[in-house]
């Protein structure tokens, strides 16, 4: 029984640029949320899907932006890269709202 | 913003101690969970409390939430190497009418467990 698993799990950007991260849940899970973690920082919640719509949002700007597949996969895009998108972007999926499982994570460095 | 807040933000202990880190919150929350993760990798689930839950064991780990003082401790018995890592609390927050909005992380406690 596959994990969460992300994609890629390395990446290097240029400031201005455009990413797209993926995300595949758990089996049998239908929700998927986006977390950003700077380093040495905890997670910070970026949004939820469900489906196929974002169903929550944190304090995040509209430069990042998301989607879900009817297969529950989900994507991460983040436009106009800056300096400080620079993370650790880590995907979760669940069944309703107990025991997220995560992946291993996207390293993302903007340069 | 970050809700919870663990202390210490780092911990090191020799290999056989007990080690234990608390988390504070601001909010009502519907459950704290305590997660693991190990040199900025993913992170692993380690366990989850209730709000109307007061402890709970999983193996060696042992959790206690008071609500009153909206406070968690993680208690890690017997620890090995193994366990070296950094440990978050997460709040889901109790939102009127429901829905759903993610989990609130604290910044962590790094822990070293020497051999």
């Known amino acids: 029984d596959a994990g969460v698993t992300q994609s890629p799990t390395h990446l290097i950007k240029t400031r201005g640029q455009q990413v797209t991260l993926r995300c595949s849940p758990k089996?049998?899970?239908?929700?998927v949320s986006w977390y950003q973690q700077a380093l040495g920082q905890g997670p910070q919640f970026i949004f939820q899907y469900y489906e196929e719509e974002e169903r929550q949002r944190g304090n995040f700007p509209d430069r990042f932006s998301g989607h879900q597949f009817p297969n529950y996969s989900s994507e991460l895009n983040v436009n106009a890269l800056l300096l400080g998108d620079s993370a650790l972007y880590l995907c979760?999926?669940?069944?309703?709202?107990?025991?997220?499982?995560f992946g291993s994570g996207t390293r993302l460095t903007v340069v | 913003s970050q809700q919870g807040e663990e202390d210490p933000q780092a911990l090191s202990i020799q290999e056989g101690e007990n080690a234990t880190m608390n988390c504070s919150y601001k909010?009502?929350?519907?459950?704290l969970q305590w997660y693991r993760q190990n040199s900025g990798r993913g992170l692993v689930h380690l366990i989850l409390?209730?709000?109307?839950?007061r402890e709970k064991h999983s193996g060696r780990l042992r959790v206690t939430l008071d609500t009153s003082k909206k406070s968690s401790s993680l208690l890690i018995t017997a620890s090995r190497a193994a366990d070296t890592a950094s440990y978050f609390c997460a709040t889901d927050q109790h939102l009127e009418g429901g829905g759903a909005d993610g989990l609130t992380f604290g910044k962590g406690t790094h822990l070293i467990i020497q051999p």
């Open positions: 979760a999926s669940s069944l309703a709202r107990d025991g997220y499982t």
């Open positions: 409390i209730r709000s109307n839950e």
């Open positions: 089996s049998g899970h239908d929700t």
């Open positions: 909010t009502s929350i519907n459950n």
